[in-house]
């Protein structure tokens, strides 16, 4: 075919095909609108496109609609004379080589020639198609975003190019298609001013920014960012010579940590691999050559960009993994870049690598680390070294932690719904109808773990296998080539031998060796400069097809692509381009990734979506119990709350629990802190910022709480929220001035808690202590807890005092000793002088602790207090203990003791004092409980007038006193059988019982 007589596809803008220059007219919009699903898709079965078209009407009319628009179509080809459709029974496509497109010719030229890319956006994919059916609208909205990101990446990545190149005609070509793109996006803004200031057009400039803040501020009402004013105000200051004097580009850097958190700190986990050579020197000489050869070893081995070289550290290089990029599994990056290292250097090298925590500034993006924030590690790493072997790699506990944390399958055994899912898929593939199911869930949900499964089960099929790798997602076709070299290897490592057996036996074309060659990093110098980047990229998605597609012969065949979110993006386009062209294979593909990310063939007919929830309690129950089945309900209970029926977080905290026999004391393991902290890194640092401060006022807190302690007003905390749940991390609870938000989970909380510094989240649990004792609703147990996290320890014992007290008058006695108790602890951390609160607390403890059963427990306060009071000689308070001993003893069934001290109380008291009615009362419960009605009378009798005026007081006793003198006197009369009597007091009792009594 003649260059000429190419359909001249135009998708950009306006939807026109051309042939020969003519512009060629359908009788339907329809019919243009399969054209351009053709032009993208390749392609496509005849029932997905009358789905795709025609999705309003039954399947029967949309069918006979695909029929008529194809008479059409090739009706208007065969007059202007261009190739007919390309049709069968089953598919419908426009024939190879038949058409050009513009949207494939933007996207080869994103690479190669930006400009030229830029030259040829006309506007947004079919932008005049006006109202289309749902289903065709679906899939247009997801084929607009991806073509849009795609530019929008591409574009970036060329201005920053441009930009270090001092191009200023292509950075100002790229940031207008940027800002064609997105109106607001302020990183081109600023690009395409310092275009216009260094071609001499500042007053073009500045008039740009001002168009833009208008627009801004009327669309939006918001003001531009912080660092397009700055430039502006550069560029206002610049005389008209300034322009092209400076060398360096004159944009502002973005600030490190955004405004109002400058001192916004975060404590994260990285794992840093440590190289030393095995020859040693005093040479500085010789020395500096030796650390020469291990750094150029060591770049050579970071080919990915996973990992920041440390400065010379010692005896010792080092690279640090987890600072920037790479966070979930920055153990297993280190480790196998440390192998690497090892395969390459053999024995010249030791290596070792380390895991554990830094504490640095929560920038964007974070400079390499310093010595002083590395200290620990480069420490540790240093040790190790000592006892590594050369050649070998040397491990610590924290790095061999994570590398063994992996999810159990059993824990899937009750997914048998999502297995089934599965099966009917791969059934409906036999049948010559490719299915693609995609596995959706969050981090450690057992996306994995379903899919070793289900293929375990799949006896017979061929299965192939695409993984994606956290620490290649910057790897060009980092997955394709690990997939290629599986399928060629009979050995470890695929060399030239088993390519050209490959070949041999017709596994592979013979005109894809010097590709393949250059793919597995097996070309030489000449080979890799005959490779054309364009073709190259052309060859490998054809080979990779070729592998899969003809990896059976027309057999069942099962391709499961592994942690499609890590897919580095040309590994990724690659796998969208497959999905187009499966249609009529017998092939499934079964696609784990997280929620977080989208894929672009959710539209499509055979796509189903198969998203996992978390385990319900029996399942998660069952899970954990190999490791925490001998332990109590209620620390099971907790630590099923904790994880939220996430096995790995299960298995996980689990592990902990068992090794530490409770949920109280195990500490948030590394492998769950690594996963969440994975999902958090990725928010913005002011969104990160709002999540510490939620977490420091606990699992749930108030909306004005959290806006209050990170210094934000109202609307800012309110976009900054909204990003957080879209990210559910947090979840909303309430509205209006009652708004709360919690954590999805609670293992996210203390993930997020264990990211602030001690040192900040003292200061922040101390700020929000001093808040919260200005409001109306102040809860003394939350002021406690935000005073003892910030070491006030005075602060903390009044405030656990109040709680306790609290709890007290509410009878929730175990809250209150548990109050009381911290109080007794804050108290000995004061290292005051703290006696006669220590004889308060003691006192308080007794009334609390009896209800428990703590009958020891009590007694030991009694006698503490006992002791304190006589080394002060304060008779009041020796009284005071006297009768608590008393009540004491006649709980427990020891009333002649009880007499005994509660007689002694009533000697040292003043006749008429309160005490003096005190231990009466207390010599008359005694009295009762024996059955001495008549001393219990005698007692309790000559004290009703006191106890009538004091209805309601409790003197610092259980129980409101009045209703134990009338209860006690009622049940002397009954044992004296005077029953009516008996029935006054009981009434009075009654009466005084129900109201509420008040405070001392």
Same mark, same amino acid.
């Given at each position: 075919?003649?260059?000429?007589?190419?359909?001249?596809?135009?998708?950009?803008?306006?939807?026109?095909?051309?042939?020969?220059?003519?512009?060629?007219?359908?009788?339907?919009?329809?019919?243009?609108?399969?054209?351009?699903?053709?032009?993208?898709?390749?392609?496509?079965?005849?029932?997905?496109?009358?789905?795709?078209?025609?999705?309003?009407?039954?399947?029967?009319?949309?069918?006979?609609?695909?029929?008529?628009?194809?008479?059409?179509?090739?009706?208007?080809?065969?007059?202007?004379?261009?190739?007919? &459709?390309?049709?069968?029974?089953?598919?419908?496509?426009?024939?190879?080589?038949?058409?050009?497109?513009?949207?494939?010719?933007?996207?080869?030229?994103?690479?190669?020639?930006?400009?030229?890319?830029?030259?040829?956006?006309? @506007?947004? &994919?079919?932008?005049?198609? @006006? +109202?289309?059916?749902?289903?065709?609208?679906?899939?247009?909205?997801?084929?607009?975003?991806?073509?849009?990101?795609?530019?929008?990446?591409?574009?970036?990545?060329?201005?920053?190019?441009?930009? =270090?190149?001092?191009?200023?005609?292509?950075?100002?070509?790229?940031?207008?298609?940027?800002?064609?793109?997105?109106?607001?996006?302020?990183?081109?803004?600023?690009?395409?001013?310092?275009?216009?200031?260094?071609?001499?057009?500042?007053?073009? %400039?500045?008039?740009?920014?001002?168009?833009?803040?208008?627009?801004?501020?009327?669309?939006?009402?918001?003001?531009?960012?912080?660092?397009?004013?700055?430039?502006?105000?550069?560029?206002?200051?610049?005389?008209?010579?300034?322009?092209?004097?400076?060398?360096?580009?004159?944009?502002?850097?973005?600030?490190?940590?955004?405004?109002?958190?400058?001192?916004?700190?975060?404590?994260?986990?990285?794992?840093?691999?440590?190289?030393?050579?095995?020859?040693?020197?005093?040479?500085?000489?010789?020395?500096?050559?030796?650390?020469?050869?291990?750094?150029?070893?060591?770049?050579? *081995?970071?080919?990915?960009?996973?990992a920041q070289i440390v400065e010379q550290a010692g005896a010792a290089i080092a690279c640090v993994f987890g600072a920037s990029g790479l966070?979930?599994?920055?153990?297993?990056?280190?480790?196998?870049?440390?192998?690497?290292?090892?395969?390459?250097?053999?024995?010249?090298?030791?290596?070792?690598?380390?895991? #554990?925590?830094?504490?640095?500034?929560?920038?964007?993006?974070?400079?390499?680390?310093?010595?002083?924030?590395?200290?620990?590690?480069?420490?540790?790493?240093? *040790?190790?070294?000592?006892?590594?072997?050369?050649?070998?790699?040397?491990?610590?506990?924290?790095?061999?932690?994570?590398?063994?944390?992996?999810?159990?399958?059993?824990?899937?055994?009750?997914?048998?719904?999502?297995?089934?899912?599965?099966?009917?898929?791969?059934?409906?593939?036999?049948?010559?109808?490719?299915?693609?199911? #995609?596995?959706?869930?969050?981090?450690?949900?057992?996306?994995?773990?379903?899919?070793?499964?289900?293929?375990?089960?799949?006896?017979?099929?061929?299965?192939?296998?695409?993984?994606?790798?956290?620490?290649?997602?910057?790897?060009?076709?980092?997955?394709?080539?690990?997939?290629?070299?599986?399928?060629?290897?009979?050995?470890?490592?695929?060399?030239?031998?088993?390519?050209?057996?490959?070949?041999? *036996?017709?596994?592979? +074309?013979?005109?894809?060796?010097?590709?393949?060659?250059?793919?597995?990093?097996?070309?030489?110098?000449?080979?890799?400069?005959?490779?054309?980047?364009?073709?190259?990229?052309?060859?490998?998605?054809?080979?990779?097809?070729?592998?899969?597609?003809?990896?059976?012969?027309?057999?069942?065949?099962?391709?499961?692509?592994?942690?499609?979110?890590?897919?580095? /993006?040309?590994?990724?386009?690659?796998?969208?381009?497959?999905?187009?062209?499966?249609?009529?294979?017998?092939?499934?593909?079964?696609?784990?990734?997280?929620?977080?990310?989208?894929?672009?063939?959710?539209?499509?007919?055979?796509?189903?979506?198969?998203?996992?929830?978390?385990?319900?309690?029996?399942? =998660?129950?069952?899970?954990?119990?190999?490791?925490?089945?001998g332990l109590p309900d209620e620390t099971r209970d907790r630590l099923l709350r904790r994880a939220a029926g996430n096995p790995f977080l299960?298995?996980?905290?689990?592990?902990?629990?068992?090794?530490?026999?409770?949920?109280?004391?195990?500490?948030?393991?590394?492998?769950?802190?690594?996963?969440?902290?994975?999902?958090?890194?990725?928010?913005?640092?002011?969104?990160?910022?709002?999540?510490?401060? =939620?977490?420091?006022?606990?699992?749930?807190?108030?909306?004005?709480?959290?806006?209050?302690?990170?210094?934000?007003?109202?609307?800012?905390?309110?976009?900054?929220?909204?990003?957080?749940?879209?990210?559910?991390?947090?979840?909303?609870?309430?509205?209006?001035?009652?708004?709360?938000?919690?954590?999805?989970?609670?293992?996210?909380?203390?993930?997020?808690?264990?990211?602030?510094?001690?040192?900040?989240?003292?200061?922040?649990?101390?700020?929000?202590?001093?808040?919260?004792?200005?409001?109306?609703?102040?809860?003394?147990?939350?002021?406690?807890?935000?005073?003892?996290?910030?070491?006030?320890?005075?602060?903390?014992?009044?405030?656990?005092?109040?709680?306790?007290? /609290?709890?007290?008058?509410?009878?929730?006695?175990?809250?209150?000793?548990?109050?009381?108790?911290?109080?007794?602890?804050?108290?000995? +951390?004061?290292?005051?002088?703290?006696?006669?609160?220590?004889?308060?607390? =003691?006192?308080?403890?007794?009334?609390?602790?009896?209800?428990?059963?703590?009958?020891?427990?009590?007694?030991?306060?009694?006698?503490?207090?006992?002791?304190?009071?006589?080394?002060?000689?304060?008779?009041?308070?020796?009284?005071?203990?006297?009768?608590?001993?008393?009540?004491?003893?006649?709980?427990?069934?020891? &009333?002649?003791?009880?007499?005994?001290? %509660?007689?002694?109380?009533?000697?040292?008291?003043?006749?008429?004092?309160?005490?003096?009615?005190?231990?009466?009362?207390?010599?008359?419960?005694?009295?009762?409980?024996?059955?001495?009605?008549?001393?219990?009378?005698?007692?309790?009798?000559?004290?009703?007038?006191?106890?009538?005026?004091?209805?309601?007081?409790?003197?610092?006793?259980?129980?409101?006193?009045?209703?134990?003198?009338?209860?006690?006197?009622?049940?002397?009369? @009954?044992?004296? #059988?005077?029953?009516?009597?008996?029935?006054?007091?009981?009434?009075?009792?009654?009466?005084?019982?129900?109201?509420?009594?008040?405070?001392?």
């Amino acid at each position: 075919m003649e260059h000429d007589d190419y359909l001249d596809i135009r998708l950009l803008g306006r939807l026109e095909v051309f042939f020969q220059e003519r512009l060629l007219a359908f009788p339907t919009r329809h019919a243009a609108f399969l054209i351009a699903l053709l032009a993208r898709e390749g392609q496509l079965r005849r029932e997905t496109a009358a789905a795709r078209l025609w999705g309003e009407r039954d399947e029967v009319q949309a069918r006979a609609s695909l029929r008529q628009t194809i008479y059409h179509i090739q009706k208007v080809f065969a007059s202007a004379g261009a190739s007919e &459709l390309d049709v069968s029974r089953q598919t419908i496509g426009l024939k190879h080589g038949s058409f050009r497109c513009d949207v494939n010719t933007l996207l080869a030229d994103l690479t190669a020639d930006p400009v030229t890319a830029t030259k040829a956006y006309r @506007g947004e &994919l079919l932008g005049d198609v @006006g +109202r289309i059916d749902p289903a065709f609208q679906d899939w247009l909205d997801l084929e607009r975003k991806s073509l849009e990101n795609r530019i929008s990446e591409a574009m970036t990545i060329a201005a920053g190019s441009f930009l =270090a190149g001092r191009n200023w005609a292509s950075l100002e070509a790229v940031a207008l298609l940027r800002l064609q793109i997105d109106p607001y996006n302020e990183d081109a803004l600023r690009h395409r001013m310092e275009a216009l200031v260094r071609t001499d057009r500042r007053a073009s %400039a500045l008039a740009l920014f001002e168009e833009f803040r208008e627009r801004l501020g009327e669309t939006l009402q918001i003001e531009p960012e912080p660092a397009t004013y700055g430039l502006r105000d550069q560029l206002s200051t610049r005389t008209a010579a300034e322009p092209s004097a400076p060398s360096a580009p004159i944009l502002p850097d973005p600030p490190a940590v955004p405004s109002g958190n400058q001192n916004f700190r975060e404590r994260r986990s990285v794992s840093l691999l440590a190289v030393a050579p095995i020859a040693s020197t005093s040479d500085p000489e010789e020395f500096a050559a030796a650390f020469a050869q291990v750094r150029a070893l060591l770049e050579k *081995t970071l080919v990915d960009g996973s990992a920041q070289i440390v400065e010379q550290a010692g005896a010792a290089i080092a690279c640090v993994f987890g600072a920037s990029g790479l966070v979930e599994r920055h153990a297993d990056a280190a480790v196998y870049a440390a192998r690497a290292l090892t395969e390459r250097a053999g024995d010249e090298v030791k290596v070792a690598v380390v895991s #554990g925590d830094i504490v640095d500034s929560a920038a964007e993006s974070p400079a390499v680390p310093g010595h002083a924030v590395l200290a620990p590690l480069l420490s540790e790493a240093q *040790t190790l070294l000592q006892t590594a072997k050369p050649g070998q790699c040397a491990l610590s506990p924290a790095t061999e932690l994570r590398l063994n944390a992996r999810p159990q399958n059993k824990a899937f055994l009750a997914r048998r719904s999502e297995l089934e899912t599965l099966h009917s898929a791969f059934i409906q593939a036999r049948q010559g109808q490719a299915q693609i199911v #995609g596995v959706v869930g969050e981090a450690g949900i057992g996306k994995s773990t379903l899919l070793r499964q289900f293929l375990e089960t799949r006896e017979g099929v061929k299965i192939l296998v695409i993984e994606g790798y956290e620490r290649e997602a910057s790897r060009s076709f980092g997955a394709i080539a690990r997939f290629l070299a599986t399928q060629i290897s009979t050995g470890d490592e695929p060399g030239l031998a088993s390519i050209d057996a490959a070949i041999k *036996t017709k596994q592979i +074309r013979a005109v894809y060796r010097e590709v393949l060659l250059g793919l597995l990093g097996l070309a030489t110098d000449e080979e890799r400069s005959r490779l054309v980047p364009e073709e190259q990229r052309r060859q490998v998605f054809k080979l990779a097809s070729e592998v899969i597609l003809g990896a059976s012969g027309r057999q069942e065949i099962i391709l499961a692509v592994e942690d499609v979110h890590w897919l580095d /993006r040309d590994t990724a386009e690659f796998l969208d381009r497959l999905v187009g062209e499966i249609s009529g294979e017998p092939l499934t593909v079964i696609a784990t990734f997280r929620p977080e990310f989208q894929v672009s063939w959710i539209g499509r007919s055979s796509f189903r979506l198969l998203r996992l929830t978390p385990l319900l309690s029996k399942e =998660a129950e069952a899970l954990i119990a190999p490791w925490v089945g001998g332990l109590p309900d209620e620390t099971r209970d907790r630590l099923l709350r904790r994880a939220a029926g996430n096995p790995f977080l299960l298995v996980e905290t689990a592990r902990a629990i068992a090794s530490s026999g409770s949920p109280r004391h195990a500490a948030l393991p590394e492998t769950i802190r690594d996963v969440l902290n994975a999902h958090i890194h990725r928010l913005p640092a002011d969104d990160r910022r709002v999540l510490q401060c =939620a977490a420091i006022l606990g699992f749930e807190a108030a909306d004005s709480g959290i806006a209050d302690l990170a210094g934000l007003t109202e609307a800012q905390l309110d976009e900054s929220l909204a990003r957080l749940r879209q990210e559910e991390i947090v979840q909303k609870a309430g509205t209006g001035s009652a708004a709360r938000h919690r954590f999805r989970h609670a293992l996210l909380h203390d993930a997020v808690y264990a990211s602030i510094p001690k040192t900040d989240s003292g200061a922040l649990h101390a700020k929000a202590c001093a808040l919260l004792q200005k409001r109306t609703d102040m809860d003394p147990a939350a002021i406690a807890l935000h005073a003892w996290r910030s070491e006030d320890w005075p602060a903390a014992v009044e405030w656990h005092s109040r709680a306790a007290d /609290r709890y007290t008058a509410l009878s929730s006695y175990a809250l209150a000793a548990e109050a009381y108790r911290q109080a007794v602890e804050a108290l000995a +951390r004061s290292g005051e002088d703290t006696t006669r609160q220590r004889l308060d607390l =003691a006192l308080k403890l007794r009334p609390v602790l009896v209800p428990l059963g703590l009958y020891e427990d009590a007694l030991e306060e009694l006698d503490l207090a006992e002791t304190i009071a006589a080394s002060l000689n304060d008779g009041g308070v020796h009284v005071a203990v006297q009768i608590s001993k008393s009540y004491l003893f006649s709980t427990h069934g020891h &009333l002649h003791k009880a007499i005994e001290y %509660a007689r002694s109380a009533g000697k040292a008291s003043g006749r008429g004092e309160q005490t003096d009615y005190e231990a009466k009362l207390a010599e008359a419960q005694a009295r009762s409980l024996m059955g001495d009605w008549k001393g219990t009378l005698a007692l309790l009798a000559p004290t009703v007038p006191f106890w009538e005026d004091n209805r309601h007081e409790r003197f610092g006793h259980t129980g409101t006193r009045s209703v134990w003198c009338h209860g006690h006197l009622s049940n002397a009369y @009954g044992l004296n #059988g005077q029953l009516e009597a008996a029935l006054s007091p009981m009434v009075n009792a009654r009466s005084i019982w129900p109201m509420k009594p008040r405070g001392r």
